[in-house]
């Protein structure tokens, strides 16, 4: 086919795969004085600058200030609010007094309520929760005001919860699920969340059955920007990323639909997460979620949404949501092989096809598969042998993250395209069977084991039509093939994005064999290129670039700033105390008090205050003794009654504390009660590294203990002690971090730690 339009096509595929990324958000544009009925991205952000110009973690100084913003902007609706104040240690083990804040707005029926939920509170130490969850809060907040706005009557009670300590463990919405009259009169919750600050925001079903009266009732109310597919919510399953929705889902079988976005990850629970940072079209396309779903479901029917059926669903451009019931799964894949095994005998008689020229054809698809795998793989790992500091970024998403996926992505195409350049005597009608054969294994495994990636199956629909075409003419009709080939664009196109961008850049492999199928799956158009080669080099040579690009992203600076820690550790019991820090590669704010001393710690290595990645000291050094005040300790209780001893002892800082964690030797509790508020039994057998509970500090509470436990064990308890004020410690002269370095998240951060062991024999 010598007038095959490689070039026009090839830009129709660029085109293509630029839209289904430009048309899944809103864009942004100044609307400040957008008319009170609509929602104002503009307004929306005043609120998100209101409550992210400090830390304010529970047991901060400005957690209560956002709580007081956040009241007064319901009551200047005219809403009356209140809020509910308890102990609560969640399912995690981590004890909190959570204060929530509530509303209410009086519809005209009597059916379930809608509730409307995001948290106030932000991560522990730095970040300033602009997006996590500052954007869910004023999505709310000027959500309500638009719709107040109207002045319509609506059927259904909207209950408003800003929950508190979610960052700890879902404490606040734990409160309230379990301790609050209002909980069993929900019908549906929608909570709006985030783990980055940019991006599409994704919409993830929780619900204990079926999700097929969610996804009819969600596709009524028809949003102008879905992004939701069953892949990712069958994937966020497997996850320990809990939000929420999550103990309403657990506790109560409350039904609820999560919107979160993920894009700009390694803002992620550091300072950075800021009202600059945040991505006005994700603001603006949380928005677009808010009012088309309040707008339908303040007057659906919330008494009738359990299903016993699942469907299939993905968004495409054009189509918005498409859906169908997983009924529909094996008859899709047996009439995808009926066609297949058709379209095939045809092809024999015709002679377009022959065995030898298929078996050549599997050749450049598993040497693609096999090369882009490997290197997918070893990617990340080969990166932090190169770039140390990497290591540091503990979400595994660096600041060139984008670049990096642009680079493997290109590599992986130049892959492909050199690959099936060796082989391009084999024409195309051969070289599609071998694609075919591997989607519908593919389609196979995913609907035994993924169901909820059955729309897998759609492309491949796409490819047997384009199988058809080519067998049966000579010469097909290019602009023909490029239309067959956007289903797989536009579904697998932001895949390719998504895995690395919210699990890591060690999950490159999934871009690159990701990549790699779906070039497959466009093989009826590139399997006429004449120049693949050069293809082929052009994409090796972007590689090349980006890689160099991304080179010379790799250092930090202030709009790109390295995460560094650094830790007081006072040992009560030895009187010693020791610099810590978690940094792999450290830099010259605390190398200056690890320095050339620094040595691999033995016993804080094994076992320290808990942090999200399980992060131990990377390295300590010996320091200065300082008079550092240890908690007094008030044994109230030790008897034996029958079998069990009972222990009873108080935890009183003497000192201004954020934090305090209890570690206990391996032991089987029978009990366990902490302020009041009993650990489950489940969590007692599955206790993590030997922690018992880590209290998040208010208002320098005590932490009173209650344990029951076998009469002839002996007890052992570590008590760890934490206050965020290293660098403001009079006692201390740390030096302010430079500029291009930010507190390391996820860790305890900037803290003065005391230890503590008591035994009981």
Not at 122 to 149: C, H, K, Q, Y
Request: aromatic share 14%.
């Amino acid at each position: 086919m010598k007038k095959f339009p490689s070039t026009l096509t090839l830009l129709l595929i660029l085109l293509a795969i630029y839209w289904v990324f430009r048309a899944s958000m809103p864009t942004y544009s100044p609307d400040r004085d957008a008319p009170a009925t609509d929602f104002s991205t503009d307004r929306s952000l005043v609120h998100v600058k209101a409550m992210s110009q400090k830390p304010h973690a529970v047991g901060f100084p400005a957690h209560t200030e956002v709580r007081n913003y956040v009241i007064g902007a319901l009551r200047k609706m005219g809403l009356e609010t209140s809020v509910q104040e308890g102990y609560t240690a969640g399912d995690w083990g981590n004890l909190s007094k959570a204060t929530n804040i509530l509303a209410r707005l009086k519809g005209s029926g009597s059916g379930k309520a809608l509730m409307l939920l995001s948290h106030y509170d932000s991560n522990p130490n730095s970040s300033l929760g602009a997006s996590d969850a500052g954007s869910g809060v004023a999505t709310i907040l000027e959500g309500i005001r638009a719709f107040l706005s109207e002045n319509k009557t609506f059927k259904n009670d909207i209950i408003v919860l800003i929950s508190d300590a979610e960052e700890l463990g879902l404490n606040g919405a734990d409160l309230f699920v379990n301790q609050h009259p209002w909980a069993k009169e929900v019908g549906l919750v929608l909570n709006f969340e985030a783990r980055g600050s940019g991006g599409p925001s994704y919409m993830l079903i929780e619900t204990n059955r079926g999700n097929g009266r969610l996804i009819e009732e969600f596709s009524k109310a028809d949003p102008e920007y879905p992004v939701a597919n069953s892949l990712v919510y069958s994937i966020y399953k497997m996850l320990p990323n809990d939000t929420d929705l999550t103990v309403f889902r657990e506790d109560l079988d409350i039904e609820g639909l999560n919107f979160a976005f993920i894009d700009d990850h390694y803002d992620y629970h550091t300072v950075r997460d800021n009202y600059e940072r945040l991505d006005r079209k994700t603001l603006a396309h949380q928005g677009t979620y808010l009012m088309a779903l309040l707008k339908h479901f303040s007057n659906a029917d919330l008494n009738n949404l359990k299903s016993l059926n699942d469907f299939v669903y993905f968004n495409i451009p054009f189509f918005r949501l498409v859906s169908y019931p997983f009924e529909w799964i094996w008859p899709m894949f047996a009439l995808a092989v009926f066609f297949f095994a058709l379209i095939m005998m045809k092809g024999f008689r015709k002679k377009t096809l022959t065995i030898r020229e298929i078996g050549i054809g599997f050749v450049p698809l598993l040497a693609s598969l096999l090369i882009n795998g490997v290197v997918g793989f070893y990617s990340f790992t080969v990166l932090k042998w190169l770039y140390p500091d990497y290591t540091d970024m503990l979400h595994g998403f660096t600041y060139n993250g984008y670049t990096y996926i642009a680079a493997f992505v290109l590599f992986a195409v130049s892959v492909c395209f050199y690959t099936y350049h060796r082989f391009k005597s084999v024409t195309t009608p051969n070289l599609l069977v071998a694609p075919l054969v591997l989607w519908l294994v593919v389609c196979a495994a995913v609907a035994v084991y993924l169901p909820g990636a059955s729309f897998f199956v759609v492309p491949v629909y796409a490819l047997l039509a384009a199988f058809f075409i080519t067998n049966n003419q000579k010469r097909p009709n290019a602009f023909l093939l490029v239309f067959l080939i956007l289903p797989a664009l536009w579904i697998y196109a932001p895949f390719i994005k998504m895995f690395p961008v919210g699990l890591g850049l060690k999950m490159m492999v999934a871009s690159t064999l990701l990549t790699t199928l779906t070039f497959f799956l466009m093989l009826p158009v590139f399997g006429y290129y004449k120049r693949k080669n050069g293809l082929a080099f052009l994409g090796m040579f972007l590689f090349v670039g980006c890689m160099i690009v991304a080179h010379f992203q790799s250092d930090f600076n202030p709009d790109k700033a390295k995460p560094s820690s650094l830790l007081y550790v006072l040992d009560a019991d030895t009187k010693t105390a020791k610099w810590a820090t978690y940094d792999h590669k450290l830099i010259a704010w605390n190398a200056q008090f690890l320095g050339k001393d620094k040595r691999t710690p033995e016993v804080l290595a094994k076992r320290t205050i808990s942090s999200k990645y399980s992060s131990g000291f990377s390295f300590v050094s010996d320091a200065p003794l300082k008079q550092i005040a240890t908690p007094k300790i008030d044994i109230e209780r030790d008897t034996i009654i029958g079998d069990l001893r009972h222990i009873e002892l108080c935890i009183t800082p003497q000192r201004k504390v954020n934090r305090l964690e209890v570690f206990t030797n391996d032991i089987n509790f029978k009990a366990a009660l902490v302020n009041g508020i009993a650990l489950s039994d489940y969590y007692l057998k599955n206790r993590k590294r030997g922690k018992l509970i880590s209290h998040y500090i208010s208002n320098n509470d005590y932490t009173e203990l209650r344990l029951a436990i076998p009469k002839k064990a002996q007890l052992e308890l570590t008590i760890y002690e934490a206050s965020n004020d290293l660098l403001e410690n009079p006692q201390f002269t740390v030096p302010k971090r430079p500029e291009f370095s930010i507190p390391m998240p996820f860790v305890l951060n900037d803290a003065v730690l005391v230890t503590k062991t008591i035994r009981f024999e």
